[in-house]
């Protein structure tokens, strides 16, 4: 690792989740960009779309606390001081699962073949997803400036999203698709 | 060996329950490609000598469900439903979007082939190499939109149950049949999510004659290897600006077509082909 100091430069991915098309094309460019292949399942972005036309993108929203990072117990988990988001050190990670359970949106996820978790790093500042999303002009995502908010609601269980978005495309019918 | 494909067709024969992989020719791949054109290659293979005795309705016919070496990769995302169709005793390509073709290549499959005929109604479930053949006469009767809901649950929950160290569980993709299917109606569809469908054949008959009520295919593995990766991604950007740029088809998709070209020559499909415009 190179210890040079670098920029502080917290930032978010704002999140629009009714605009959400379900095309993937942010899983394609997470798995290009970190596992240089596509690989959907291995993205640290996933879209669900558990009732069809209510897909949304799940991924993490660095909620402060971090209680991920709190649960670790063998400190695999770290805060990026220059972006604010979760590390994962793949070496270090046992895949106990703790951190899945400790997240109130249950967001990480296993990844399918190596034994370490998943979770969103923000591409080093500069995600992937917020920009075929925005070269698409689905602008379900925006890069934006983190601020002192409250995060940890917006890292929501898929079935409490769907619900919600469920809800707002169907009305009372919505209930009875989940 | 060729590059792009899974090379692996995924075979069941619902009459003796079944299970195998087999490989797929390179030679045969080159030639066919995939989708419509390695259906007729295997259907002229298997039942070719026959093919004037085969009932489309029977357990004797196939169901072929196929993807190419383009599915998965991001504009390509259909798959070819194809086997004796029950509507003009040929061979059809039927394709339908969707989900279903990425997840089959990522369970690392190139197709499906179902043979025979179950005695009762069963769902395929896949997840990569565990395929099972499941009890489905709980969802036998049901509608489009209730096999979705009861059967994305009860994956979902056997998924969870059975990897519970994964995490949350993405829904798995299906393809089903409705009532229509079931009932033999030769111009039943298969379809796929709530409103996608493989209209053309009338698949969905044959499926229903099979007793397969649904297939609900969850790949967690990467799509297969390619030869050059940077080279897949400036197609797959070429082809998305391109498609981004296109202010019709962004508007209106293939609904523009209609429009356009029906309004322009005088040939929109009012009461069926009978008449020419409304009045109105």
Not at chain 1, 7 to 34: D, V
Not at chain 1, 167 to 174: L, M, V, W
Not at chain 2, 226 to 236: G, M, S
């Amino acid at each position: 690792m190179e210890m040079v100091a670098k920029e502080k430069n917290p930032l978010w991915i704002a999140r629009e989740l009714a605009r959400c098309s379900g095309c993937r094309k942010c899983e394609i460019a997470c798995s290009l960009f970190h596992e240089k292949r596509i690989w959907p399942e291995a993205s640290r972005i996933r879209v669900f779309m558990l009732v069809p036309g209510a897909e949304f993108p799940h991924f993490c929203a660095q909620c402060e606390g971090y209680p991920c990072v709190e649960a670790c117990p063998v400190k695999a988990l770290t805060v990026s001081d220059e972006t604010g988001a979760v590390l994962v050190n793949a070496e270090a990670c046992t895949a106990c699962g703790k951190c899945i359970n400790a997240c109130p949106g249950k967001i990480p996820h296993m990844h399918p073949t190596e034994k370490h978790i998943l979770i969103c790093d923000l591409c080093g500042g500069k995600p992937q997803c917020v920009k075929v999303c925005r070269e698409g002009e689905w602008n379900v995502l925006k890069k934006v400036t983190r601020k002192d908010r409250a995060y940890h609601l917006y890292a929501r269980k898929p079935e409490e999203i769907t619900r919600d978005l469920c809800a707002r495309f169907y009305g009372d019918k919505g209930e009875e698709f989940l | 060996m060729i590059k792009g494909y899974a090379r692996k067709l995924l075979e069941v024969n619902l009459s003796t329950r079944e299970i195998k992989e087999t490989t797929l020719n390179d030679s045969i791949l080159e030639a066919y490609v995939g989708g419509r054109g390695l259906a007729a290659n295997i259907l002229w293979d298997r039942l070719g000598s026959k093919w004037e005795v085969v009932e489309p309705l029977r357990p004797e016919n196939l169901l072929l469900f196929l993807t190419g070496p383009l599915t998965g990769f991001f504009p390509g995302g259909r798959i070819c439903v194809s086997g004796k169709s029950p509507q003009c005793n040929g061979v059809v390509g039927s394709t339908v979007g969707g989900e279903f073709g990425p997840e089959l290549r990522c369970a690392g499959y190139d197709g499906i082939l179902v043979a025979g005929e179950s005695k009762k109604p069963v769902y395929l479930f896949i997840k990569d190499s565990d395929v099972e053949i499941r009890d489905a006469s709980h969802l036998w009767g049901k509608d489009a939109k209730q096999t979705m809901t009861l059967l994305t649950r009860e994956c979902r929950n056997s998924l969870k149950k059975r990897y519970p160290l994964y995490g949350e569980w993405k829904e798995p993709a299906m393809l089903y049949i409705g009532p229509a299917g079931e009932n033999r109606v030769r111009t039943a569809v298969v379809a796929a999510k709530w409103s996608h469908a493989a209209g053309y054949g009338g698949y969905g008959a044959v499926m229903g004659s099979k007793k397969l009520k649904a297939i609900a295919v969850k790949g967690t593995g990467p799509l297969p290897d390619v030869a050059d990766i940077k080279k897949v991604e400036k197609l797959i950007q070429e082809v998305c600006d391109n498609a981004y740029r296109s202010v019709l088809w962004r508007r209106w998709g293939t609904g523009a077509a209609g429009y356009e070209v029906g309004a322009k020559t005088s040939s929109e499909p009012v009461r069926n082909w009978q008449e020419e415009w409304h009045d109105e």
